[in-house]
């Protein structure tokens, strides 16, 4: 258990459908985030949330729309994905403190992905 | 964050320690070392971190050179479940360090 719970923990979807990942945090951080971790490719960092806000989207195509409506739920509609969009998304979860110091971050198991 | 190098893979016997070198050469002052790992199917596991001194805690232990260049993740007694692919980054203070990156890691093998 490792306190960041994301849901489901796998998905199939068309590439016309719409989906929507969930991840939950249980240990009380402000600042969440959700990477891609594709085949025999490192963990690819998509979106940072601060206090419920957006600080930081690395060049994620618009058909991932992330949504953050309170500092322990984190959520990625997807829509119209394509094949290479197959992979595991992780959600993490820590706490950017005072003086500059950040806890670690905390992963969830991930949503398997695959898009057909 | 600075770039880290580490080797792509490693053999260890189960019961002996393994230590996994990390290059960081570019690492700035106020930047920490941290050291993850990912066993199949689940999502990285923190281990341990530090910005110039040597920390140990209950699952490893972790020595920083005096220049900061370089680290070495020691697990003192390596079990079959140790088996994983490892990750050392480098991560900045405040919002900076929210940018965390991962590279290729170094999948280590324990072997019986």
């Known amino acids: 258990e490792t306190g960041v719970t994301q849901t489901p923990r796998h998905l199939v979807m068309g590439m016309t459908n719409k989906k929507s990942l969930k991840c939950e945090q249980h240990?009380?951080?402000?600042?969440m985030y959700w990477y891609k971790q594709s085949a025999k490719k490192p963990l690819e960092l998509m979106f940072v949330?601060?206090?419920?806000?957006?600080?930081e989207n690395n060049s994620v195509p618009s058909r991932f729309s992330p949504e953050c409506p309170n500092s322990s739920h984190l959520f990625l509609h997807l829509h119209t994905l394509q094949p290479e969009d197959s992979a595991l998304y992780l959600c993490?979860?820590?706490?950017?403190?005072?003086?500059?110091?950040?806890?670690?971050?905390?992963f969830g198991n991930g949503t398997r992905l695959t898009v057909t | 964050d600075a770039k880290t190098t580490q080797p792509p893979s490693m053999d260890c016997a189960e019961g002996r320690a393994a230590n996994l070198p990390c290059n960081h050469s570019?690492?700035?002052?106020?930047?920490?070392v941290y050291w993850y790992r990912q066993i199949h199917s689940q999502g990285p596991q923190y281990i341990i971190h530090?910005?110039?001194n040597n920390e140990t805690n209950e699952m490893a232990s972790l020595i920083i050179t005096e220049d900061r260049k370089s680290s070495t993740l020691i697990l003192p007694h390596a079990t079959l479940r140790d088996t994983a692919v490892y990750y050392c980054?480098?991560?900045?203070?405040?919002?900076?360090?929210?940018?965390?990156?991962f590279g290729g890691g170094t999948r280590l093998m324990v072997k019986p």
């Open positions: 530090g910005l110039k």
């Open positions: 980054i480098v991560r900045g203070q405040g919002r900076a360090g929210n940018m965390l990156t």
């Open positions: 949330y601060n206090f419920k806000e957006q600080t």
């Open positions: 993490a979860s820590s706490q950017e403190g005072g003086r500059g110091y950040n806890s670690p971050l905390h």
């Open positions: 240990l009380g951080h402000n600042a």
């Open positions: 570019t690492i700035s002052g106020n930047e920490y």
